[in-house]
């Protein structure tokens, strides 16, 4: 795909949603933290559900550091991997209290010493709460990315790679949350949905759906 075809991608997804953002319901730094660990292997829908009865309870380090982890687990259990989740969110206040004055860190490699933290939840953190124009690959935009192909790679960084060097500058900020809701709406798994793609006449997948 071309740097022109790249451009007119993006600036059509521009026009079309100028301010993006996750389907993750926060409102602090740590809450969008919290949330994103939760969604790993869960729908952002179910994680909401739950957070909009944790948050009020607890929603800060030493709130959810009080509850323990059997206490948090009651509130995620409906979500995938809870127990695990529940350890690590336990283990991540103990280090923010003790290492960031209870405040989530700003820098990649802080981020990812976090339990239960790694590239692509430090990326969202980076790129959604502290405004730096990275990447955060999930499986929505891996599979966009190689179906396009917009950025194809055999691996998540690879791919990570290929989009901060393909994407034109001024649409990198936004470029994450524009990617993840096509590849969740639009460009879905099993049968993309191309009649209503704004992208059709610039996508370069030969397979294409009538509908």
């Not at 802080?110 to 502290?130: D, I, S, Y």
Request: hydrophobic content about 40%; overall charge positive.
């Amino acid at each position: 795909m071309n740097a022109a075809k790249r451009r007119e991608i993006f600036a059509r997804f521009a026009a079309a949603n100028p301010h993006p953002t996750t389907e993750l319901e926060y409102t602090t730094p740590f809450e969008l933290l919290v949330a994103v660990v939760l969604s790993a292997q869960a729908t952002d829908k179910s994680v909401n559900l739950a957070t909009r009865i944790l948050f009020p309870r607890a929603n800060t380090p030493a709130a959810l550091l009080a509850l323990g982890q059997v206490g948090l687990e009651k509130y995620i259990q409906r979500i995938g991997l809870y127990k695990s989740k529940a350890k690590h969110l336990i283990e991540t206040c103990r280090i923010l209290l003790e290492q960031h004055n209870g405040e989530v860190p700003t820098t990649r490699t802080a981020l990812e010493a976090l339990p239960g933290v790694g590239r692509k939840t430090a990326n969202v953190l980076l790129n959604t709460a502290f405004g730096e124009a990275v990447m955060a690959v999930d499986t929505h935009i891996f599979r966009v990315a190689n179906r396009i192909p917009l950025a194809p790679g055999k691996t998540v960084l690879e791919v990570e790679h290929k989009l901060m060097k393909n994407i034109p500058r001024e649409y990198l900020q936004d470029a994450h949350h524009w990617l993840i809701l096509h590849g969740r709406y639009i460009c879905k798994a099993r049968k993309p949905d191309c009649p209503h793609c704004l992208i059709a006449d610039l996508c370069e997948y030969p397979q294409k759906t009538a509908g």
